[in-house]
T-cell receptor
């Protein structure tokens, strides 16, 4: 079975802190994605990557950056966390078509 | 981007079939129809996808209209564990592996 793991289920950070959300997949997938999910707004794509050291902006990249140094790991970085980044963050990976999602990290910024 | 329209919510009785509709009148020839579902407190999971022909797998069936402007996800016998938000998504085969999620249909299953 494909497994996508995220470093934390719940995280509480203060405004202005640098935040790292880690995602690891074990199926040698080329593609990895970061989404955020908010009530009434659904899932929105932040960044994605088609290969190591490669990244592309999604629909809402402002305030975020990403890093993909190894194929299995895709990190989402909040350089200076703000309260409007309080959300559920979901990572996914895919080979072709079907995406496999992690369990999500619920981030609260106070 | 081609968009999909789904009812906000539906109800079903346990052990009865459920038909979840999706309209996609602006679908293009290279769009695949994907269905995902999201159980409470979990990430979305893939259910099924198709292009033109009806598809079956262990989770569900996908019925695609002949003109491809609508599709129906069929759960043959709903269980309480099928209560989730179901998303119908169009994926352009020429645009990589990105998915654009809409609002989905919240399925409630009554015992």
């Amino acid at each position: 079975d494909v497994k996508v793991t995220q470093s934390s289920r719940y995280l509480v950070k203060r405004t202005g802190e640098k935040v790292f959300l880690e995602c690891v997949q074990d199926m040698d997938h080329e593609n990895m994605f970061w989404y955020r999910q908010d009530p009434g707004l659904g899932l929105r794509l932040i960044y994605f990557s088609y290969d190591v050291k490669m990244k592309e902006k999604g629909d809402i990249p402002e305030g975020y950056s990403v890093s993909r140094e190894k194929k299995e790991r895709f990190s989402l970085i909040l350089e200076s966390a703000s309260t409007n980044q309080t959300s559920m963050y979901l990572c996914a990976s895919s080979w072709t078509g079907e995406q496999y999602f992690g369990p999500g990290t619920r981030l609260t910024v106070t | 981007d081609a968009k999909t329209t789904q009812p906000n919510s539906m109800e079903s009785n346990e052990e009865e079939p459920v038909h979840l509709p999706c309209n996609h009148s602006t679908i293009s020839g290279t769009d695949y129809i994907h269905w995902y579902r999201q159980l409470p407190s979990q990430g979305p999971e893939y259910v099924i996808h198709g292009l033109t022909s009806n598809v079956n797998n262990r989770m569900a069936s996908l019925a695609i209209a002949e003109d491809r402007k609508s599709s129906t996800l069929i759960l043959h016998r709903a269980t309480l564990r099928d209560a989730a938000v179901y998303y119908c998504i169009l994926r352009d085969d020429n645009a990589g592996n990105m998915l654009t999620f809409g609002g989905g249909t919240r399925l409630m299953v009554k015992p």
